[in-house]
């Protein structure tokens, strides 16, 4: 059976001494009152990520990530963090190909292609974020939009890597809108996305791969979510930033 993954992506908020607060938060009620499967990770800002996860290294069903790295393993590219060093402190998973990087800092699919070579490389989860615009949707162009991204960015790795890719489709329009896709949609697009990798590898890969839906998730939305037979957790924004309804979309997944 494919893992549940349930990951909050603090995007850039919270400062040291908060992020340090939140997770203390996030482990103790993990401990007390879930116990479900899922998986869930704690994706902050760079700067608190070797805090967190030693905070979460000992902690069975929780664990770290990075929100971005670089597609150059070393050298002379100020301010940017290597996947390699990711992997150094421990850490986990890492978000490739969010939609604001998409957006604000101008990263295609072949440069995110490279990232999900470096993510690969050096052992680490990529979680490849896919997912269309507004005006792709309203002028039909999601599936062709969504391919797209998912060829460009994925298709290029051979059958033993595929499967170490966790795919999150957030479509743009519903990220930090409050609007969520419907389930109805949610699930359309995740049993696309998963016919696409049936039909590029096998039914096998296409059936163990985990893909995640993000986008304006919420403790009331996330059990209908999560009863869908093709989505495997959530990507939270929002919802992530306090320890109360994180742990609830938690807990909305069995
Ligand atoms: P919101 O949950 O705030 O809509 O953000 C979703 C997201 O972008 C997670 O990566």
């Known amino acids: 059976m494919r893992k549940k993954i349930i990951a909050g992506n603090w995007k850039m908020n919270k400062s040291f001494e908060e992020g340090m607060a939140l997770v203390t938060e996030i482990i103790g009620m993990v401990k007390d009152e879930y116990q479900g499967s899922a998986e869930v990770v704690i994706i902050p800002p760079f700067i608190h990520l070797n805090a967190i996860n030693r905070m979460v290294a000992e902690i069975n069903n929780i664990s770290s990530g990075a929100q971005n790295c670089s597609n150059h393993e070393s050298g002379a590219y100020t301010g940017e963090i290597s996947a390699g060093m990711i992997k150094s402190i421990g850490a986990e998973y890492v978000i490739v190909g969010h ?142 930033l306090q320890s109360r309804s994180f742990v609830d979309i938690i807990k909305a997944m069995k």
């Open 99 to 240: 939609s604001e990087r998409r957006q604000y800092f101008g990263e295609h699919n072949d440069w995110l292609a490279k990232k999900i070579d470096a993510v690969i490389k050096n052992n680490l989860t990529p979680i490849y974020c896919v997912g269309e615009t507004l005006d792709e949707r309203e002028n039909n162009k999601h599936f062709e939009i969504l391919k797209q991204q998912i060829s460009e960015g994925i298709f290029h790795l051979g059958a033993d890597e595929i499967k170490k890719v966790v795919i999150a489709y957030e479509p743009v329009w519903a990220i930090g809108t409050g609007k969520t896709a419907t389930t109805a949609q949610a699930q359309e697009v995740h049993a696309y996305i998963r016919t696409l990798i049936a039909t590029h590898y096998n039914t096998d890969i296409a059936a163990a791969i985990t893909i995640q839906y993000g986008g304006s998730v919420k403790p009331e939305n996330a059990a209908e979510l999560f009863a869908s037979p093709d989505i495997d957790g959530a990507l939270v924004g929002g919802a992530a």
